[in-house]
C-alpha cells in the first residue's frame, strides 16, 4: 500500500542550528502538508502546499520556516535557526484531492526534532 | 476562534462494549468532521469523514455522527477489543474556506481483556 515516507526518523540539534526534514508523498498526490505535535498536545496545522507553491499557513508558519519541492518526490520542511520550542514531532501528509472534495490526509511516521 | 473540545479523561471500557467517544466544536459549522486514529509515536491514520449534511456514517465496527444543533459528532466502536487501544483525534475544516483539517487534542481510548 503507497505510503508517505519521512526522514530522518529522529534528529538532535543543538539551538541555532538549521534543520531540514525530508518527506516522500504518495506519488499521486497533489496536496502537502506539514503538522508538528508538541510531546502530550495537538497535532498543529503548519503549512500546505498546492502546484509548486504555499496555499494556506497557520501562524506557526513565521520567517524562520519555509518549504520547498525540488524536485519531482521530495517535500522539505526547513527550519533555519532552532529554538527550544521546535522541539516537536513533525508529521508531513498528503491527498489525492483538494481536502474540499476529500479531506482524508494520509500522514506519515513523522520526523521527531529535539532542539537542545 | 473555532474550538474543538474532545474529553481528555481517557476513557476505560471492557473488551466487547461499546466505545463512544466525543467531540464538540464551537462557533461556525465544519463543512465536514473527521475522525484519525493515532498511537504513540506515530502518525495519525484517517478513519471516517463525514459531512456537514450528513447525520450518520458507518464502516465495519465504527459509526459516527454528526449534529450541527448540538455542534457534536459522536464516535462509536462496537465490539471492542484491546487492539483498538490508541488516541482518537477529531478534526474539522479550519474557516476561511480552505477546508484543511484542524485536529482536536484527541482522547485516549484503553480496551481492557
Known amino acids: 500500500e503507497p505510503e508517505v515516507t519521512q526522514t530522518p526518523s529522529h534528529q538532535v540539534t543543538q539551538m541555532g542550528q538549521e534543520v531540514i526534514l525530508r518527506c516522500v508523498p504518495i506519488s499521486n498526490h497533489l496536496y502537502f502538508y506539514w503538522y508538528r505535535q508538541i510531546l502530550g498536545q495537538k497535532v498543529e496545522f503548519l503549512v500546505s502546499f498546492y502546484n509548486n507553491e504555499i496555499s494556506e499557513k497557520s501562524e506557526i508558519f513565521d520567517d524562520q520556516f519555509s518549504v520547498e519541492r525540488p524536485d519531482g518526490s521530495n517535500f522539505t520542511l526547513k527550519i533555519r535557526s532552532t529554538k527550544l520550542e521546535d522541539s516537536a514531532m513533525y508529521f508531513c501528509a498528503s491527498s489525492e484531492d483538494d481536502p474540499q472534495n476529500t479531506g482524508e490526509l494520509f500522514f506519515g511516521e513523522g520526523s521527531r526534532l529535539t532542539v537542545l | 476562534s473555532q474550538k474543538i473540545e474532545q474529553n481528555s479523561e481517557a476513557l476505560n471500557i471492557q473488551e466487547g462494549k461499546t466505545a463512544t467517544l466525543t467531540c464538540n466544536y464551537t462557533n461556525y459549522s465544519p463543512a465536514y468532521l473527521q475522525w484519525y486514529r493515532q498511537d504513540p509515536g506515530r502518525g495519525p491514520v484517517f478513519l471516517l469523514l463525514?459531512?456537514?449534511?450528513?447525520k450518520e456514517k458507518r464502516k465495519e465496527r465504527l459509526k459516527v455522527t454528526f449534529d450541527t444543533t448540538l455542534k457534536q459528532s459522536l464516535f462509536h466502536i462496537t465490539a471492542s477489543q484491546p487492539a483498538d487501544s490508541a488516541t482518537y483525534l477529531c478534526a474539522l475544516d479550519i474557516p476561511g474556506g480552505s477546508y484543511i483539517p484542524t485536529f482536536g487534542r484527541g482522547t485516549s481510548l484503553i480496551v481492557h481483556p
Open positions: 463525514i459531512r456537514e449534511n450528513e
